[in-house]
Structure formats: structure tokens, C-alpha cells
């Protein structure tokens, strides 16, 4: 059930346990926003996780059983999503990175591009978890320590395809927030953008004391250079690497 189901006449909203594992609040087009501070969510460590899955488009030789479309013949038109460290798949390589800006002005980048790992106790406190390649069931993974909500201005997280062919419009990507208290927040980057590299998912803004999470899910044909033009963040940017696969 969404956060706004439960806003309809005769329906209980029954996230307010706090029950992450269970519930969740769903950003859309329409609904964009939630407010972890009206949530009771605003302290403690912040989980952003970005998991997908693949198309079966892009696997090599499957087949269909033929039993099955002949009692449900609507799945022929239906993609079938799999795991995407399938090996007949198409590489890709999705990315979860933040761009931060905090109260005292100070500005940068977490993300595995680099290395950017950023920290959890100290500035920005934000860090990553580092790099999943195959788009495995635990995904990548950022945390906020919202316990120094104050000192964080504002916050965009987003999603970039690193030295691969663009295929967004191949993949079913989620972005989920969990915080330590409360449902969780869930976005899905449904739209197709077949020839973008990078995508704006969510920003985190304190407002007036108030961390408020807006759904963005903007796609950009460039990298984060662009993302930073799109958004006014202002910084310098040049090539970047990755450590290789069982590289030091």
C-alpha cells in the first residue's frame, strides 16, 4: 500500500508501526514528495539502495514455454524481468552516486567513480558502499547520517551508466530509501530514455529544519558535469575511473 492509499476515506494507515520491511510510500508524477521529518524519520542512519533488473529482450536464445502462453496468452506481450548478472545479458553497469552541498558551503561528489566514498561521521556524512557490477539482490548502497541533518544543506542521488552502452530503456531500476524509523521510500525509473547516460532520481533538501525528499527522475544524455549544470552545483569536473574487477 502507497502513503496516499492510506489518505483515502476508510483505509488505515497502516505504516504508522514504523514497519520499513513491510511498508513502504511510493513516489510518483503525482505524489513527488514525503517529508521524513513529518514521518518521524529525520535521525539516525538514512539506507538508499538502487537494485534492477534486465529486459528479456536482451537475452540471447530465450524462449517462451509454449504451455504457459497458451493459458495466459496477454504474457507474450509482457516483458519477463530478470536478474541482471544473468550471463546472456547485455553488460551493464549501473551507478549510485550523490551530489552533496552542506550548510557551510562546502560541495562534492560521492559515488565509485574515483573512489569518492565519502564518510559517515564526519563531512559530508554521506558514504558509499562501494561497487556492485551485476545488479545483485543487495544492489549498491548509500548512507546519510541524518543525526547531522543540520549540517546538510541539500542532497541529489543519481544513477550512472559507467563506460557501457546506455540502456535504461533495457533495465527496471528502483531507487528505495529506508530510514531508521518508518516506511520506506521507493522510486522507480520507469521511464525509457534509450540514449541517456545519467539519471537525477531524488533530492533531499533541508528546509526550515524540515528534510524533505523530492522525486526527480530526470534523465540527462551526459554525465554528472551535466547533472551539476541541470541542478547549480558548480563544480569542477574531469575524467574519472574505476578500480578494475579483482584490481587493487
Not at 518521524?40 to 529486459?55: E, I, Y
Not at 528479456?56 to 496477454?74: A, F, I, M, Q
Not at 560541495?107 to 559517515?120: A, C, E, R, T, Y
Not at 543540520?150 to 530509501?177: C, G, M, N, W
Request: hydrophobic share 35%; charged share 25%; with cysteine.
Amino acid at each position: 500500500m502507497s502513503f496516499w492509499d492510506g489518505l483515502r476515506p476508510g483505509r488505515s494507515m497502516d505504516f504508522a508501526s514504523g514497519s520499513a520491511a513491510t511498508n513502504s510510500i511510493e513516489l510518483t508524477k503525482r505524489h513527488p514528495t514525503v517529508s521524513l521529518t513529518k514521518q518521524g524519520a529525520a535521525t539516525g542512519n538514512l539506507r538508499v539502495t538502487l537494485t534492477w533488473q534486465m529486459r528479456t529482450s536482451d537475452l540471447v536464445g530465450k524462449k517462451r514455454g509454449g504451455g504457459s502462453l497458451l493459458r495466459h496468452p496477454l504474457k507474450m506481450f509482457q516483458p519477463e524481468p530478470v536478474q541482471a548478472h544473468t550471463q546472456s545479458m547485455v553488460n551493464v553497469d549501473l551507478d549510485l552516486g550523490c551530489l552533496y552541498e552542506l550548510a557551510d558551503g562546502s560541495k562534492g561528489v560521492v559515488q565509485p567513480l574515483g573512489n569518492f566514498f565519502g564518510s559517515l561521521n564526519s563531512p559530508p556524512y554521506v558514504k558509499g558502499s562501494g561497487d556492485d557490477r551485476f545488479g545483485s539482490g543487495s544492489g549498491e548502497t548509500l548512507y546519510v547520517n541524518l543525526d547531522h541533518r543540520e549540517s546538510i544543506k541539500r542532497l541529489l542521488v543519481f544513477v550512472y551508466i559507467y563506460d557501457q552502452t546506455p540502456a535504461f530503456d533495457r533495465t527496471h531500476a528502483k531507487v528505495t530509501l529506508y530510514p531508521s524509523n518508518g516506511p520506506r521510500v521507493e522510486i522507480d525509473l520507469e521511464e525509457r530514455a534509450p540514449q541517456a547516460r545519467s539519471c537525477a532520481v531524488l533530492t533531499i533538501e533541508n528546509i526550515k529544519d524540515e528534510l524533505i525528499v523530492r522525486r526527480e527522475v530526470r534523465y540527462v544524455y551526459g554525465f554528472q558535469a551535466e547533472l551539476d549544470r541541470l541542478y547549480g552545483w558548480g563544480l569542477q569536473w574531469g575524467r574519472g575511473y574505476k578500480t578494475k574487477v579483482g584490481g587493487t
